[in-house]
């Protein structure tokens, strides 16, 4: 079963009387495990299709299903227990929380969104800190360590609650570019590690040579699909 | 929950300035209201307790009428032998009674034999009227303080007639009455002291025996303008008052009306009204913290979801319900709220205990050296407490809602 399927799914926005369409007529779907690019210039609507597949935002028509829920009728509350569920984020910003420590943002989701007992939360953010190399690093706060390693913290903790998916809109924007590859290969070894589906959206074009799937928006609207199983590193 | 807490109070102290003030003006606050109320309080209960032991008793019963006419002291409205029997028989079988004292009032005329003035007179039997009124005794500025507090034969005299008729303990003076027939009488008596005058109804009569009284007005049977009344406990007053006047009430005379009427010492005093003022002043300074909490709370909390819109999208996105935010925001304005008022409970007890440590004294009208010795209840404390993490709480809540309504994106995009 298709982890994400969209179907016909459209997207406007309404500026005062004019109608902007963001997303036309996109079909497609992502299978489990698999490592996904959404491409496009600036304005061509990667944020817009990520947010509704992160149910941030609802499509205006067509249907979209993740996790094999129909997500478009969702109200506030069930869209915010499905992403705490089914869907981890990592922002273009890394939006750690500056009050709690490495190893609380890790805790965070654990903690006030699923309500883990304690002894299962240290090991599971123990676990996902090593994992991402930042097992040493848990006691610092995120304003001490670099924009690289906050990224890798905000990986961790969208990985803690064993999401299925993991969405990340240009994980790699404020990145240079050696550190942004190191993410980009970090992501992928954890999806290998992890079973988790990536998706992420790039205009770097380096970036995007990693991605085994490479989705290409343009006005909206997605003109092509590149496959390429194995990926450019194998 | 105890996750919310710890996370709110790393809030608060990620802006340590703004807590710190914030908490401070939220205990100055507190501080000001609680010290107003000890301070007033003692006050108000040495007021009240100066003028219910040194004159007016706690309740006082008079003849239906009595009290509207009370300026021209009449004689024909006095209670007779039978009325007077029958109160008596009430007040016996009412326990939180500790005495009662009968007084006759009387205005008559001064003579030092070389002028002439008018007196007001209240007449009564000492042992009753010292019991009844305990504080009596030190109105005697001049003079001895004697507990019999005077014999037959003997008057005290108000202290601006002494002054005014320059009289001395120890002179002759000669009183001069109408009684209810309006023949006059006249006799003889010694000045054996001077009476400080307080304000209220009484408070600046002369004072002789009642056999005086009823030798000069010629009575020959029982006759009793005024029973003053005090409780073993004046806690108890207005149980008593509803107790006392349903009894005498029940008692009417040929045309249905009642014979006797009841008035508490709040309605025979003036201060009555400076003690409702005090009480009023109480509630604006309360409304005033409430303002101040609600102000300084909504402000800080509105500065606060600002400050952290991007935060606010983050947690959102990862699925943080909405009412975990609302908690997030309202638990961090509850926070400052406690220690606001924890502060300022601790400096207030602090300062309470201080003044009455230093012993400091006022003076009130003609009385002076009082010793302020502030207390304040627990239910006061309570209370207070209370209202401001109530209100600090209530203060956080539109933030709080704002917050948890927040739409991840819009907040995301926030810079
Ligand atoms: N909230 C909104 N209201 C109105 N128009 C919007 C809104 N969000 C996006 N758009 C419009 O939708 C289109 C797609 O925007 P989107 O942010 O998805 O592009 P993008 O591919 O992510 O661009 P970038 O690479 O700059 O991030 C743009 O024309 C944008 O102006
Ligand atoms: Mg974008």
């Known amino acids: ?234 | 929950m105890v996750n919310v807490i710890k996370i709110a109070a790393r809030n608060l102290r990620r802006y340590q300035r703004r807590t710190l003030l914030t908490s401070a003006l939220i205990a100055l606050g507190v501080v000001a209201v609680l010290l107003f109320i000890s301070i007033t309080g003692s006050f108000k209960q040495m007021m009240v307790g100066q003028i219910t032991d040194a004159m007016i008793g706690h309740l006082q019963v008079h003849r239906n009428g009595y009290l509207a006419a009370i300026d021209n002291l009449p004689l024909n409205r006095n209670l007779n032998r039978k009325q007077v029997a029958k109160v008596k028989q009430i007040l016996g079988e009412t326990a939180e009674i500790e005495s009662f004292s009968m007084r006759i009032k009387l205005g008559a005329m001064f003579s030092n034999f070389t002028e002439t003035t008018n007196i007001r007179l209240n007449t009564v039997i000492p042992e009753q009227e010292v019991k009844t009124v305990p504080l009596l005794i030190d109105r005697i500025i001049q003079g001895e303080k004697e507990e019999s507090l005077l014999k037959k034969g003997q008057i005290l005299i108000p202290e601006l007639l002494a002054k005014g008729m320059k009289v001395n303990v120890g002179d002759s003076i000669v009183l001069v009455a109408n009684n209810k027939d309006g023949s006059v009488n006249g006799q003889t008596f010694t000045v054996s002291g001077v009476l400080e005058g307080i304000t209220g109804p009484g408070g600046r009569d002369g004072m002789i025996h009642l056999d005086d009284a009823r030798q000069l007005l010629r009575i020959n049977d029982v006759e009793v303008s005024e029973i003053a009344i005090r409780l073993k406990n004046m806690g108890d007053l207005p149980g008593v008052f509803s107790g006392l006047k349903a009894a005498l009430e029940s008692i009417r005379d040929k045309n249905d009306r009642p014979v006797f009427e009841l008035h508490t010492w709040e309605k025979l005093s003036p201060f009555y009204n400076i003690a409702k003022m005090i009480d009023l002043m109480t509630l604006f300074i309360k409304i005033m913290l409430v303002a101040v909490v609600l102000v300084s709370i909504t402000n800080v909390m509105i500065m606060a979801v600002y400050e952290r819109i991007n935060e606010i999208g983050t947690i959102a996105a990862i699925g943080t319900l909405p009412r975990r935010i609302m908690a997030l925001f309202v638990v961090e304005g509850f926070l400052l709220g406690v220690v606001g008022t924890a502060v300022g409970t601790v400096i207030s007890l602090i300062s309470i205990a201080a003044i009455n440590a230093a012993g400091l004294t006022f003076d009130f009208g003609r009385q002076s050296n009082l010793v302020l010795a502030p207390t304040i209840g627990a239910g006061d404390v309570i209370t207070i407490v209370l209202i401001v993490i109530g209100i600090a709480v209530a203060a956080s809540v539109q933030p709080a809602f704002k917050a948890a309504r927040m739409d991840p994106i819009t907040a995301l995009r926030h810079v």
């Not at chain 1, 491409?39 to 028509?61: A, F, H, R």
């Not at chain 1, 961790?156 to 290969?185: C, F, K, M, S």
């Not at chain 1, 589906?197 to 995007?208: A, E, G, L, N, R």
């Open chain 1, 1 to 234: 079963m298709s982890l994400v399927v969209a179907k016909n799914l459209e997207k406007t926005y309404r500026l005062g009387d004019i109608l902007v369409t963001a997303i036309r007529d996109v079909n497609f779907t992502i299978e489990p495990a698999s490592f996904v690019s959404f491409v496009g210039p600036s304005g061509s609507g990667k944020s817009t299709l990520l947010n509704m597949i992160g149910c941030l935002d609802p499509p205006t028509m067509g249907s979209l299903r993740v996790a094999g829920r129909d997500i478009v009728r969702m109200d506030r509350q069930q869209a915010a227990r499905f992403r705490g569920e089914h869907i981890g984020f990592v922002f273009q910003d890394f939006n750690l929380i500056p009050i709690l420590t490495v190893f609380e943002n890790v805790e965070y989701p654990l903690l006030m969104v699923q309500n883990w007992p304690a002894p299962a939360r240290k090991k599971r953010v123990g676990e996902l800190l090593e994992a991402v190399g930042m097992g040493d690093q848990g006691n610092k706060y995120p304003r001490q360590i670099s924009g690289g390693q906050k990224q890798r913290v905000a990986v961790a903790r969208a990985l803690v609650t064993n999401a299925g998916l993991v969405l990340a809109d240009e994980p790699t924007a404020n990145l240079d570019g050696e550190t942004a590859n190191r993410i980009i290969h970090l992501m992928k070894k954890m999806r290998d590690a992890f079973n988790t589906t990536f998706v992420f959206s790039t205009h770097d074009p380096k970036i995007m040579r990693d991605a085994e799937i490479v989705f290409t928006l343009e006005d909206g609207k997605l003109l092509k699909r590149r496959n390429d199983e194995g990926g450019a590193h194998g």
